[in-house]
């Protein structure tokens, strides 16, 4: 049985040892929500949610390869949209497109000033712009 939460602040060294253990980019912080999944207590999958000035910014989105083609990022992604009340943005690799577009992802036509600093760091990674809804 999975379990998927928002887990408190205090717990994000988990979610980096998690990340660290599966050689994910990225590095959760305080200011993150932090969603998880657990199976047995245990981390399977984990996310980050920054909370720009703006907009939100969901980043290192990480399933661990055991577990992986169950539909966990989907679920994941999906529990944690349901409780958001601003806009989400993400860069998604080319080859995740789809996933994303399935739970209301749609590519970004313009970009504010942030969100183009933002991505500017990112694009030499092959990735698009999608925001949510």
Same mark, same amino acid.
């Given at each position: 049985m999975y379990v998927i939460e928002c887990i408190n602040e205090i717990k994000t060294p988990l979610v980096n040892k998690f990340y660290k253990q599966h050689n994910a980019k =990225? /590095? +959760?912080?305080? %200011?993150?929500? $932090?969603?998880?999944?657990? +199976?047995?207590?245990?981390?399977? +999958?984990?996310? /980050?949610? %920054?909370n720009k000035t703006d907009f939100l910014f969901l980043s290192t989105v990480f399933v661990a390869p055991k577990h992986r083609s169950k539909g966990l990022a989907t679920l994941l992604i999906s529990t944690l949209l349901k409780s958001q009340k601003k806009v989400v943005y993400t860069f998604a690799y080319k080859n995740v497109v789809d996933l994303?577009? +399935? $739970? =209301?992802?749609? %590519?970004?036509?313009?970009?504010?000033?942030a969100l183009q600093s933002l991505f500017d760091i990112y694009k030499h990674r092959n990735i698009v712009a999608l925001k949510y809804p």
């Open positions: =990225g /590095r +959760a912080n305080k %200011q993150d929500q $932090l969603w998880v999944v657990y +199976a047995d207590k245990e981390i399977i +999958a984990a996310c /980050r949610l %920054q994303y577009s +399935a $739970l =209301g992802f749609n %590519q970004v036509l313009t970009y504010t000033f």
